[in-house]
């Protein structure tokens, strides 16, 4: 008679229930379901029992931080964290790589510069120079080249050397805003880019004011006279008759319309040529004569 091990008995145990629950496996998954239906109690006990016996806890804690794509809060576990855990899902750091992606400028400017720093190595200046000494072998029109190559390089040397030789003196000049004497080597007008915008402010705010003149009376009569023609027509406009203010046009008031046009030979500064119309009035009758 042969005895058997504690392991193969246990192994020839396993395989045995391994054969019974995939024979009836049907039958166990509606017994399962019944008994959690019924003893609710007793399923979350035998969960918790399983769980406690069967859970290896993860040696790295989870992490809460926000993605730099969707800005949404999203829990990870340390192991598998994408891009130092700034992004919840590959799609989001794909996207955000799509839209900060740099420009062909940027690009450049890179590789110029990786370019500039290689050139520099030992390694990259031998393998410059087999390639100048090869060349310069193989064809004369490189020499040529290299030749007028340092012939600019010395012109421009030299011309950078007579520039600092014939540098510009100083000179004093009186700000046109501020009237402050100021020094420079050339001409200007203003001290500073504030007195510049000063004055760019007053020019604009006076051509402002000769807009609005010549809207108020500088292209008819005066503004005095207009004000009693206005009056005398009890601030009403000549073609609609509704009275100012506007409200709903882009001008509030009575403007001065010539009832023949200057371009048809009405008088400009004539007051049995002007009218008081409303802004839309004006600008529906054009150069018609009403």
Known sequence: MKYLTEQERIVGYKARQQRYYTKNREKLLA????????????????RRRFHEKNYIPHPLPASYTYCRY??????????????????????????????????????????????????????????ISEYLKKKRRESPEFVARQKNKCVRALLHAFKRRLRVLNKPEKKSFVCRKCGKEFIDTVERIYCSKECSANSKRVWKDAREAKRMNKRNGNGGIKKKAFDNMRAECDYKCAICGRREPFLDQYWHYLVQD????????????????????CWD????????IC
């Open 281 to 288: 009035c004006n600008n529906k009758k054009g150069d018609n």
């Open 70 to 127: 969707c800005k949404e809060k999203f829990r990870i576990p340390k192991s598998r964290i994408i891009d130092n855990g700034n992004f919840c899902s590959r799609k989001c750091h794909t996207n955000y790589q799509i839209l900060n992606a740099p420009t062909d400028e940027e690009k450049r400017a890179r590789w110029n510069k990786y370019q500039n720093e290689y050139n520099k190595t030992p390694r990259a200046k031998k393998r």
């Open 31 to 46: 017994k399962s379901k019944l008994d959690k239906l019924e003893n609710p109690e007793r399923f979350k006990e035998y």
């Open 258 to 277: 010539h009832i023949t046009p200057r371009s048809k030979g009405g008088k400009r500064r004539s007051k049995e040529n002007i009218q008081p119309l």
